[in-house]
């Protein structure tokens, strides 16, 4: 059975960095396309970030572009959310996910996730 958990989350100032980790259990973790989420209070949970199983697709949600970088390392199994600049707006919970079909790009195929970890900024 798979299993994924999350750690990194905090409160930091506008401006300021985290990195969230995700470590996956399982021995085939190199073939799942993997994923962070956020939602935050009210909102729908919604794709920030993704990886396909190769890292040959990445996704960025526009909101993050630029400030947010996500990276595995397969022989960790372990996926991680650099995130920079922080702004308020970034708070929420933040959810790893994996996409055992590998693609990571396609949301419908997330069907294994994390507890999630609260990312909180302050202005």
């Known amino acids: 059975q798979v299993q994924l958990e999350e750690s990194g989350g905090g409160l930091v100032q506008a401006g300021g960095s985290l990195r969230l980790s995700c470590v996956v259990s399982g021995r085939t973790f190199s073939r799942y396309g993997m994923g962070w989420f956020r939602q935050a209070p009210g909102k729908e949970r919604n794709l920030v970030a993704a990886?396909?199983?190769?890292?040959?697709?990445?996704y960025y949600a526009d909101s993050v572009k630029g400030r947010f970088t996500i990276s595995r390392d397969n022989a960790k199994n372990t996926v991680y959310l650099q995130m920079n600049s922080l702004n308020p707006e970034d708070t929420a919970v933040y959810y790893c996910?994996?996409?055992?079909?590998?693609?990571?790009?396609?949301?419908?195929?997330?069907?294994?996730w994390g507890q999630g970890t609260q990312v909180t900024v302050s202005s």
């Open positions: 996910a994996a996409d055992p079909l590998g693609y990571g790009t396609v949301v419908a195929g997330y069907t294994v």
């Open positions: 990886t396909s199983w190769s890292g040959g697709r990445i």
